[in-house]
């Protein structure tokens, strides 16, 4: 099994159960949420993408479906500010201690404000980053809401 991450140790100080996916990570993959969903053989609506933003000026976190692409306008709307712009990825790093293509909405270095696709919420399980290239964690929506203090809301 893979060794922990700060995600996974995250997830088991706060009693939530998960199940960790492997898989062989492409760094060349033109869209990497799409690639780890079709090497795990899960739809892509169910492996949510971690993306790390700034909504007016608080750095937020956002998850949805590999397969969408997210509302820069939807997710101000949501955050309650005039604007939003994603985060350079070297910044998003910084901030969250992990690198990009492992970036995890769990066990940052810095936790942010977490946004989640509302849509995401209706699956019985989805996957995210376990917090390196290669690895996902398969959790219940609601469990992960709770483990990030996600709020929902249409962001595509």
Do not use: W
Request: proline share 6%.
């Amino acid at each position: 099994m893979a060794k922990s991450t700060p995600a996974t140790t995250a997830l088991e100080k706060a009693g939530i159960a998960f199940t960790l996916h492997e898989y062989d990570y492409d760094p060349n993959a033109a869209r990497i949420g799409m690639q780890a969903a079709e090497a795990l053989g899960i739809p892509p609506a169910r492996l949510l993408k971690t993306l790390m933003a700034k909504a007016g000026g608080a750095v937020v976190c956002v998850l949805v479906p590999s397969d969408k692409e997210i509302s820069l306008k939807r997710l101000a709307a949501a955050a309650g500010a005039k604007d939003a712009a994603m985060l350079p990825p070297a910044e998003a790093e910084r901030i969250t201690g992990y690198h990009v293509g492992g970036i995890s909405p769990l066990g940052q270095r810095k936790r942010a404000a977490t946004f989640i696709e509302q849509d995401a919420l209706t699956h019985a399980t989805v996957l995210v980053n376990g917090g390196r290239r290669g690895l996902q964690i398969e959790i219940a929506p609601a469990d992960l809401v709770k483990a990030t203090g996600a709020k929902a809301a249409a962001l595509c």
